[in-house]
């Protein structure tokens, strides 16, 4: 919970990373409106990114899904922090600013022992 309240609030993100944002977040330089995304990690020439997918909304018995692979509309370096301990669950940590803007900080992935860590950038 301290961690939680250090770093923002947490979102479950659903299998394969999912999530359905309810508001505008930024993530990096990218601003991601509401809708359906797919959050996924790649390490690319010993470099750690987390690619953003929006993805197609389609309804199903009442309820609002994403679906299709999704088209890519950010890619942010990340910093990997060890967590000691595999995590428990995927969770996205939406922090809001005093501007009352929201950032995603990190990202966890259920299963592994480091958090994904979004470099700040400057605002403004």
Known sequence: PALASAQGKALALGKNGDVELTAVASIGPAVLQPGHYRFQYLEQDGRHYLIVK?????????????????TEVARVECVLIP??????ETALFVKA?????????????QGEAAAHVIALEPKG
Not at 97 to 108: E, L
């Open 83 to 88: 967590l000691g301990q595999k995590s428990g």
């Open 54 to 70: 929006v993805r197609e909304e389609e309804r199903r018995a009442g309820r609002r899904y994403g679906v299709g692979s999704g």
């Open 97 to 109: 600013d005093p501007d009352g803007t929201s950032r995603i900080t990190q990202v966890r992935i």
